[in-house]
Antibody
Framework: QVQLVESGGGVVQPGRSLRLSCAAS????????MHWVRQAPGKGLEWVAV????????YYADSVKGRFTISRDNSKNTLYLQMNSLRAEDTAVYYCAKDLAVGATPLPPGSYGMDVWGQGTTVTVSS | QSVLTQPPSASGTPGQRVTISCSGSSSNIGSNTVNWYQQLPGTAPKLLIY???QRPSGVPDRFSGSKSGTSASLAISGLQSEDEADYYCAAWDDSLNGLCVVFGGGTKLTVL
């Protein structure tokens, strides 16, 4: 079945780095754009970043631009989020999500929605 | 402060029809499609409506979406207890400040 499994979360001190991974299975990973979305404790959803199916296009939320990097390895069916210079406000559950649209689309990333989500991995930034 | 504005709460009794609004601007809802997500307590979000009014396979037709100008709405008819959840709207935003996906702040639906 179609599945996304995040890993790599944990407790980290402010200013340090962490890399999240998202292992995909059950679908042709290399054909779909992929997103990271986070949710701070008791708060709503916040989109973090998206990468196109071939890795050629990447977009970021202003809150993480310059600190976070989204990447993918289509040979390993894995999505990554490299998080540097972490802050307390980055504390959240981080979800990876698959874009509904396949391949190149005429509409912007995320326009068709995120139809498969992982269970999330928790990142806590605290001294 | 979310870019898309939703009421923080909504409620209804079983069998009722409820609507949840989502207000944006010309750079997001006004020029791009709207998607809706349902998040049951303690679970990951689920895509409920995509491209303004399309239902993914498996989503009951009790759920419907619409868009007009810079606003969108999610309607739930025949309300059921299992519909009690948080609902989020989302859209692509292509303002001069940058390109990104924006979410509404979420609406907590209570079935009375």
């Amino acid at each position: 079945q179609v599945q996304l499994v995040e890993s790599g979360g944990g407790v980290v001190q402010p200013g340090r780095s962490l890399r999240l991974s998202c292992a995909a299975s059950g679908f042709t990973f290399s054909s779909y754009g992929m997103h990271w979305v986070r949710q701070a404790p008791g708060k709503g959803l916040e989109w973090v970043a998206v990468i196109s199916y071939d890795g050629s296009n990447k977009y970021y939320a202003d809150s993480v631009k310059g600190r976070f990097t989204i990447s993918r390895d289509n040979s390993k069916n894995t999505l990554y989020l490299q998080m540097n210079s972490l802050r307390a406000e980055d504390t959240a559950v981080y979800y990876c999500a698959k874009d509904l649209a396949v391949g190149a689309t005429p509409l912007p990333p995320g326009s068709y929605g995120m139809d498969v989500w992982g269970q999330g991995t928790t990142v806590t930034v605290s001294s | 402060q979310s870019v898309l504005t939703q009421p923080p709460s909504a409620s209804g009794t079983p069998g009722q029809r409820v609507t949840i609004s989502c207000s944006g601007s010309s750079s997001n809802i006004g020029s791009n499609t709207v998607n809706w997500y349902q998040q049951l307590p303690g679970t990951a979000p689920k895509l409920l409506i995509y491209s303004n009014n399309q239902r993914p396979s498996g989503v009951p037709d009790r759920f419907s979406g619409s868009k007009s100008g810079t606003s969108a709405s999610l309607a739930i008819s025949g309300l059921q207890s299992e519909d009690e959840a948080d609902y989020y709207c989302a859209a692509w935003d292509d303002s001069l400040n940058g390109l990104c996906v924006v979410f509404g702040g979420g609406t907590k639906l209570t079935v009375l």
